[in-house]
């Protein structure tokens, strides 16, 4: 029996443990060696990957993609897409949505993941569409997540519906890693018994779960586990590689995953995981088992973004309020399965009602939006009270948000000119236009330098 391996140290677990800063120079000399471990995909951009490079690394994100698909020809490379949010925190017309997808699979990616925040799967369609025209793998995902209106008889006939779009495999997205070991099991046994496509799971350890969830998962017939390089694993990243392809083996499963390989990667990555630690980019605390997180229900990246946000406003002791405010907030707003974006918003919402002193007094554009409809269709009922105070007089959109807007890549071709050197600074512009723009500006700082110098050298 074959299980693949999906392995994500250069993208889940470098956002989940140390908020995706890991620069490209770091990982640039292992990359040859994760070529040949035998991973069936490695996870190495979207999500806040792209964000992180302009706004903190000075990286361009699509040369680091094609320096990755240059040094690993030989593993399907791997991203995540939060559909027509592609990799920003708000919806872009289908035109951008088509572009960034197809410069994503020119560019190097093989596989593209793709989900919907609300599991509104309007919001997937295009970007599955694009995908497949390009001749790419498109991974449709459930987000998972628990409340009243969610459960496994929901989940199969949302997963049915996503089949129905193409796509060549179905993820179960744990963004929280409160996935069970028994509900995974029976989630994953009735996708099977439902759909034909291939079955991922993608949990966290945050809530200690994780490592028994997937072998559970992979009884149940899951084709394909994420998994994190052992010294960047465990905590709100996600369960070992090594282990799980150690104890897989023994109950009959290859992997084809070879952990010598495994054995070099670790021990590369060991002296960085000891500087960060070192430096505070990586905070013990998120290494630890959290089993809190099954009450409150927050991810990886949340729970880190929570501690970095509390504390730079030296409020960290009022943790413990913000992480019971949560579920009320998320309650208000009609269950949103808790991933990026609405995590991060619901987040920063339970937050600012704890400092603030009272609920709702400060509401993020982002939360006043969502209550407008404009990030797609809530799972369930927004509290109409919330709602009142929110929007005031203000009307709901109805339809598909994405239908409503204007296309934008031709406007912002017009609006870079020279700037932009090609489509791919477009799309950066577009993405996260304040930290292109500063990107930009650096890059042309620095070719006039090496330009000058050349210039005197030959002289
Ligand atoms: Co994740």
Not at 38 to 47: A, N, P, V
Not at 77 to 106: A, C, I, T, W
Not at 231 to 249: I, K, N, W
Not at 308 to 322: T, W
Request: charged share 25%.
């Amino acid at each position: 029996m074959k299980v693949n391996i999906t392995e994500t140290v250069l993208r889940d677990a470098n956002q989940s443990l140390i908020a995706t800063r890991m620069p490209f120079s770091e990982f640039e000399p292992i990359l040859g060696t994760l070529d040949k471990a035998g991973y069936y995909s490695l996870e190495c951009w979207g999500g806040a990957t792209f964000d992180s490079c302009l706004r903190y690394l000075d990286e361009d994100p699509w040369e680091r993609l094609r320096k990755i698909k240059a040094a690993c020809p030989n593993t399907k490379l791997q991203m995540l897409l939060r559909g027509q949010n592609l990799l920003g925190y708000r919806h872009y017309p289908d035109d951008v949505v088509r572009l960034f997808v197809r410069k994503s699979v020119e560019n190097g990616i093989d596989i593209i993941r793709i989900f919907d925040a609300l599991n509104d799967i309007t919001n997937i369609k295009t970007a599955v569409d694009e995908t497949l025209r390009c001749g790419a793998v498109a991974s449709g995902t459930i987000c998972y997540t628990l409340s009243p209106i969610h459960n496994p008889e929901t989940f199969v006939k949302l997963a049915r519906q996503i089949e129905s779009l193409g796509v060549q495999s179905i993820c179960v997205k744990d963004m929280a890693g409160i996935l069970t070991p028994k509900e995974g099991y029976d989630l994953v046994k009735a996708l099977k018994e439902n759909v034909k496509v291939p079955i991922a799971v993608h949990t966290h350890s945050t809530a200690g779960l994780g490592f028994m969830t997937l072998l559970e998962c992979v009884k149940a017939g899951a084709d394909i586990i994420d998994t994190a390089i052992s010294c960047f694993s465990g905590g709100t990243s996600q369960p070992a590689t090594e282990t799980m392809v150690y104890s897989l083996r023994q109950y009959g499963y290859e992997t084809g995953v070879s952990p010598k390989i495994c054995k070099k990667i670790n021990d590369y990555f060991k002296p960085y995981k000891t500087e960060v630690l070192n430096d505070g980019t990586l905070n013990p605390l998120v290494l630890g088992t959290q089993a809190d997180v099954l009450h409150y229900q927050i991810p990886g990246g949340m729970l880190s973004n929570l501690v970095a946000q509390l504390k730079a406003q030296n409020a960290l002791d009022r943790l413990d309020e913000v992480l019971a405010e949560t579920p009320r907030v998320r309650k208000d707003l009609g269950y949103p399965p808790l991933v990026t974006p609405l995590s991060q918003m619901v987040g920063v919402q339970a937050a600012s009602n704890v400092l603030a002193g009272e609920r709702y007094k400060n509401v993020s554009t982002e939360i006043k939006n969502y209550i407008k409809g404009e990030y797609g269709k809530a799972p369930g009922e927004i509290n109409p009270e919330v709602a009142e105070k929110i929007l005031g007089g203000e009307k709901p959109v109805t339809g598909r948000f994405a239908d409503t807007l204007e296309p934008e890549v031709e406007k912002a071709r017009e609006y870079l000119g020279d700037t932009a050197e090609s489509d791919e600074d477009v799309l950066s512009y577009i993405a996260f236009p304040a930290q292109a723009e500063a990107f930009f500006e650096k890059r042309g700082q620095k070719k006039k330098y090496t330009f000058k110098y050349d210039v005197k050298e030959i002289t």
